[in-house]
Antibody
């Protein structure tokens, strides 16, 4: 059973960056397709991007391109999501979530507990 | 981008009621649609995939139907533990979620 444990809540000022981590257990990052989804009161659930091991590429939602970077450290099985140039609208709970790999299944089956990022001056 | 519109945004029903939530896509997505349940303070949990396939372990009172642009999630007999917010999600072109339907007990 895959388990995803995320880093703790963050408070950031507008213009700053935040880096959220997601530790994998029960599997390894090389076997997973890791994605990031955020949840805001105003816009609900938003897919931010993710890694597809079938082609080895990370795809970002157009809305976040240029501001988000998703990386993976396979030696520690920790995934990271960094969002820069933060604004108040980025206040949200950020989730890491995995998609089944090498199967024609396109849902997110395992989720982290969520990390609250608050952007406030 | 494909937009997903759910209705209603909130719904109040009694235990034992049949409950229906609809989701409309802004363009044809064939059956590339999933349904999630989210309880307060928890991450979403996938219930239905490919529009009508029940994930193992999900109670059989949940069912999904539809294709093209119009989809439905049905709970055949509402139980107290079904109180949650429900989201549809398309994967025809990347991933987009509906805005959610909050289900409450009357």
């Amino acid at each position: 059973q895959v388990q995803l444990v995320q880093s703790g809540a963050e408070v950031k000022k507008p213009g700053a960056s935040v880096k959220v981590s997601c530790k994998v257990s029960g599997s390894t990052l090389t076997e997973l397709s890791m994605h990031w989804v955020r949840q805001t009161p105003g816009k609900g659930l938003e897919w931010m991007g993710g890694f597809d091991p079938e082609d080895g590429e990370t795809i970002y939602a157009q809305k976040f391109q240029g501001r988000v970077t998703m990386t993976e450290d396979t030696s520690t099985d920790i995934a990271y999501m960094e969002l820069s140039s933060l604004r108040s609208e980025d206040t949200a709970v950020y989730y890491c979530a995995t998609k089944p790999t090498f199967q024609p299944l396109y849902y997110f089956d395992f989720w982290g507990q969520g990390t609250l990022v608050t952007v406030s001056s | 981008d494909i937009q997903m519109t759910q209705s209603p945004s909130s719904l109040s029903a009694s235990v034992g009621d049949r409950v229906t939530i609809t989701c409309q896509a802004s363009q044809d997505i064939t059956t590339f649609l999933n349904w999630y349940q989210q309880k307060p303070g928890k991450a979403p949990k996938v219930l239905i995939y490919d529009a009508s396939n029940l994930r193992p372990g999900v109670p059989s009172r949940f069912s999904g139907s539809g294709s093209g642009t119009d989809f439905t999630l049905t709970i055949s007999s509402l139980q107290p533990e079904d109180i949650a917010t429900y989201y549809c999600q398309q994967y025809d072109s990347l991933y987009t979620f509906g805005q959610g339907t909050k289900l409450e007990i009357k």
